[in-house]
């Protein structure tokens, strides 16, 4: 027999007084209540009751086994109560798993039901993947993947569609794309470089009335001092600025010497 059950019988016949007491405030039969003390004794291997005519008493080992019962199926009774407690006003942590996408729409929703249950404690988290809810004790998932072949139990809560938007400005720019071919070529064209700026000739020396020249092209890296950066006499401002691609005057001038000594 169940022993919680032979327990409880017998604690009821001790209280009461009898075994008949004891069969009314449990709803069985007298010989039901019988047979569990038997056998509750019979487990025991020691007698628990002097059973006479007109009273119960207990033995010794009764005594020490009804104070120990007693307390056993009072904390029995207070874990049932705080189970109860607990579903009348939910409390505890609740762990939840949400797409990445759907974030935006989970989480107010998420801090309206923490208002309505305050005892609740929210751990959410929200990823691209989907979880392995019972490896990553995870309680609910919202996602909105393909139902999944388990045994996790799945509802159904709305629907959505995704669109593509565009700024207004791009779509001035660019136009309207019509596939996604589209949007493909308009990122690769960002990546041409722009063509570089045309060359000129500026003289370098002139010698017997011809001149020769070297190409001057724009560049980040060339630097033309000023003529009020250039301290020494014997360069000129003219011959500097038809001349070099340097950063420094310091440089200007080492060239432009060079330059005015060569044959």
Not at 7 to 31: D, K
Not at 84 to 89: F, G, V, W
Not at 163 to 175: D, E, F, K, S, W
């Amino acid at each position: 027999m169940d022993r919680i059950t032979s327990m409880t019988t017998f604690t009821t016949v001790v209280a009461s007084g009898s075994f008949a007491a004891a069969a009314q405030r449990l709803n069985v039969s007298p010989a039901m209540v019988t047979n569990h003390v038997r056998a509750l004794e019979e487990r025991l291997g020691a007698r628990l009751l002097n059973r006479t005519t007109r009273k119960l008493s207990l033995t010794e080992a009764g005594k020490a086994y009804f104070d120990q019962a007693a307390l056993i199926l009072a904390q029995i009774e207070a874990a049932d109560s705080s189970i109860a407690e607990l579903q009348s006003t939910p409390r505890g942590t609740l762990r939840v798993n949400a797409a990445n996408i759907l974030q935006t729409v989970v989480v107010p929703l998420l801090a309206a039901f923490n208002a309505a249950s305050p005892e609740i404690t929210l751990d959410v988290v929200t990823t691209d993947r989907m979880p392995d809810l019972v490896e990553e004790g995870i309680d609910v998932a919202v996602r909105f993947n393909p139902e999944p072949e388990s045994s996790l139990i799945v509802r159904h809560l709305g629907s959505f569609r995704i669109i593509c938007v565009a700024a207004p400005a791009y779509l001035a720019r660019h136009g309207t794309p019509r596939e996604l071919a589209d949007l493909a070529r308009r990122c690769r064209s960002r990546a041409i470089s722009t063509p570089t700026t045309p060359t000129s000739s500026a003289p370098r020396r002139s010698t017997g009335g011809a001149s020769r020249s070297r190409p001057i092209t724009a560049s980040r890296r060339t630097c033309v001092p000023a003529a009020s950066s250039i301290s020494s006499p014997n360069i000129t401002p003219a011959t500097c600025r038809s001349s070099h691609s340097i950063r420094t005057a310091s440089t200007c001038r080492r060239r432009c010497a060079a330059s005015s000594t060569s044959p």
